[in-house]
């Protein structure tokens, strides 16, 4: 397989250049490295259909031959291709205008020519070629020159380019989007200096750190350098980075640091700078200026000199470690994980480290009858180990990178001295004072002050249901027969102190739940359904309602298994393992104390004044739909995040704790968000904490949509004012705004990923369609074509196009309420007693009769008949 690649961030000499090249190389599929500029992001949202390219997801690189790079040479700025260019067996072809030799790809066939764009050598190949050009490509190809030389002014900008464009213009290239697409924000000088900037980056990982260098040299001073080292900082995922820029006699070093361990102020001090942690600055007189490149070897010394770790390895790993040798079987290993609360044990042969052997692996053979068998046979050797000095984001990196759940310490002559688990890291970054502390901290670290406050909440009590109310009652009088304590917890407490109906009622018993369970299902006359491995129980009763009874459990973490005691009482110990403060919410119900709301963590203030906050500082870590559930509560009422829960939320998607949910799980939380009160706000919280590339890779969220969001639901309660009621689907609209501008293909991969039914699959897909229908709506004017076309969509799909265009309301509204119920009376019986006999065109003059009743042509069974009869004697029946 070939393919046609550019740098990340492509901007339009990359990809006017790629599209050329592909002209050069029609059998290579063009592949985008990464991010796009915002300019070609907008410009392949409107074109992506006329330049087919594909994402690094869609290519197997292991199937990859051959690699036309083009506007680069540099492989560090490739991104996921970056390692592949480098392989021996990949034949590379570079086409690129930077005169700049560093970082250069060896073995690479280059045409490295001095003009102010790559679309310029490549346009001057296909012209020699002789091969045709049409005019949305010269249009492209005059974007990509035109960007990368300024509009022909930068002073790169060479004849070459200028009669290159020419040649286009005569091609039919289009200014006016030339115009459209060309981005000013920065100015020429500054965008010039910054291409040379990327060009000449240099990137390097110390103790786990990565940290990039920017260095160019320029003729005359050029201000806001700080801005483009802010865009570099934006454009690449770093610890640091320091831009070098040298103009006559001075060189000007700025420093930006997105790391504790990493303080630019504290490295420029040593160059005579100064500043803040984060960002800093130092100017170096001539004299003293080396050569720059020189200068950032220095420098680069003093950052190596200059980062302190945070933790390393032996200040977090656990230990002795427990291990077991080869021979031991699976029951045993297992029995020893269960006691010492491990989820997997290290393997060792004569104090060498041989494998690991984890819970999951006991799981595999549980059910295969192989416990028995020595755990040599099913133990991972494949394992990684670190050193005690290795820094904790080199630990972390090398977790996320082998995704394994632990890695073994050694010492310097290789010696095992401790292991560190995934869940040790976790716990450390989410709160690392504590935990190192007191590692045996029950839930991590509590967001929120315990302390149990009560409430008379008689005047909400008020509001309860009579039904409801007397249910509550009758478990009451139960729970006291049964001496255990009963409360009344979660979602309808809280929407009961807001005043809000609810009818899920969970119940938490302190003792025997499912005792207490079977009696009051017995007491009710209702359905019970008991989990045993939850504790849980669910009593169905006649009149719709559903009781959720749990038992408090002591919950045994693997870290704190050996705990000898749980201090906190079991209902406080429930509650704290929820997850939001405004969901820890009781009420009692024995009799004694009978609707007094009980409140630990303050979750009442929480409630009064708008703030969803965590209680725990592992809670996403134990639960990650909780993410999504915040997000949910937060657009349906409106609420703001306390800002460490915040915190907590970005910090545990930057971890990637999301994927650890299913698909299933995940889809069900979306579609709850979506179907909730305001579905927008939701997406746009979905958006702020970048979750929505869980559902697909290219998912976009922009004004335009927000837009349509806006319209649909005003169109979903212009609907309740239409005579007639419908059901619909109310997520799926959204959803389908959500997927609007992905490809068909990527619309069925998310369908098969998220196991959408097949009729979810046609409303998605029909995004692709509906500006289409939109637009034949506009222009039809009589009732049959209006019902010829709705008659074919859903009532998902008719949202989806009003919500498109308003204008379109009348005749839907005349569509929905007059014209899908318009039937004809005559029919098939009446052509046979025309004397006719049965035939496929029955159907076709039966439409004809249809189309004019629609149209009012026809009004009665008369007219109808006869309008058949002049009908079929005029075409005839065959
Ligand atoms: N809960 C939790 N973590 C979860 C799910 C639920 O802590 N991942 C707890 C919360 O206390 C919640 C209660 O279980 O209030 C009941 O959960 P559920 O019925 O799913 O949610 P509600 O809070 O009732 O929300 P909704 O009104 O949307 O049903």
Known sequence: MEIIISHQRTDFDGLAAM????KIYPQAEMVFAGGLTNNVKEFMSLYKNRIPIKYPSEIDQSQVEKVIIVDTRVAFRLGSFSDLVEQDEVEVIVYDHHMNRQNCLQDATETIEPVGATTTILVEQLNEMKVEVTSFEATLFALGIYEDTGCLI??????????????????????????????????????????????????????????????????????????????LDE?????????????????LIIGRSNHDSINVAQILNYFGGGGHARAAAATIERNKAQELIELQQELLQVVRENITPDALAKDIMSSPVKS????????????????????????????ELVGIISRRDIDKVRNHDLLHAPVKGYMSTDVVTIEAETSLKEVQDLIVQHDIGRLPVT??????????????????????????????NLYGRSLVEVQEKRYNIDQKLGLVEERIMELLKSAAQLADLLDVDLYLVGGFVRDLLLEKRSLDLDLVVEGDGIKFARKLAQKLNGALNVHHDFGTATISLDNNLNLDIATTRVEYYSDI??????????????????????????????????GQLVDFFDGKVDLEEGIIRLLHNFSLHD???????????????????????????????DLNVVDKLSNNRLISEVKKGLNDTHPLSFIKLLVKYDLLGYLSNNIEWNRAKEEVANNLAKI??????????????????????????????????????????????ERLLFTLEVEQVVEQLLVAESNSVIYTLLSQLTIEDILLVLARESKLKEKVKLYLEKLQWIDIEVSGEDIIDLGYRPAPSFKKALKKIKKAKLDGQVEDYQEELQLLEEYIEKKGVE
């Open 716 to 761: 979903m309660e212009w609907s309740n004012s239409l005579s007639i009621t419908f059901n619909f689907d109310k997520w799926l609209l959204y959803f389908a705004l959500l997927v609007t501008g992905l490809e068909k293909k990527e619309i069925e991969n998310l369908a098969t990923d998220f196991n959408l039914s097949s009729d979810c699959l």
């Open 235 to 251: 454009l690449h995922n770093l610890d640091a980075l320091f831009v070098l820029v040298k103009s006559g006699n001075k060189v």
């Open 324 to 351: 077991v040798a080869p021979d031991t079987s699976m029951e045993e290993a297992d029995e020893l994980m269960l006691r010492y609360g491990h989820s997997g044990l290290v393997v060792e042969e004569d104090k």
């Open 19 to 22: 599209v050329a090249a592909q």
């Open 561 to 594: 298994a050996s705990l000898p005691e749980i201090e906190l009482g079991s209902i406080q110990q429930d509650l704290f393992r929820r997850d939001f403060t405004i969901n820890a919410l009781a009420i009692q119900l024995n009799q004694e104390s009978f």
């Open 623 to 653: 639960d990650p739909t909780r993410i999504f559930r915040g997000l949910r509560f937060a657009s349906r009422y409106q609420y703001r995040f306390e800002a460490e829960t915040e915190k907590l939320i970005k910090q545990a998607v």
């Open 154 to 231: 930068f002073s790169s900008t060479t004849a070459r380019d200028a009669k290159i464009v020419s040649y286009l213009l005569e091609l039919g290239a289009n200014l006016g989007i030339v115009e459209k697409y060309i981005d000013y924000s920065l100015n020429r000088q500054q965008q010039q200096l910054f291409n040379k900037l990327l060009d000449a980056g240099y990137k390097v990982t110390s103790k786990g750190f990565k940290i990039s260098f920017f260095q160019a040299e320029v003729e005359e001073y050029i201000p806001d350098i700080a801005l483009l080292a802010h865009k």
């Open 411 to 440: 010492d310097q002559q290789g010696k095992l001295v401790g292991i560190i688990t995934r869940s040790d890291l976790l716990k450390l970054l989410y709160g690392t004072d504590d935990y190192i502390k007191n590692r045996q």
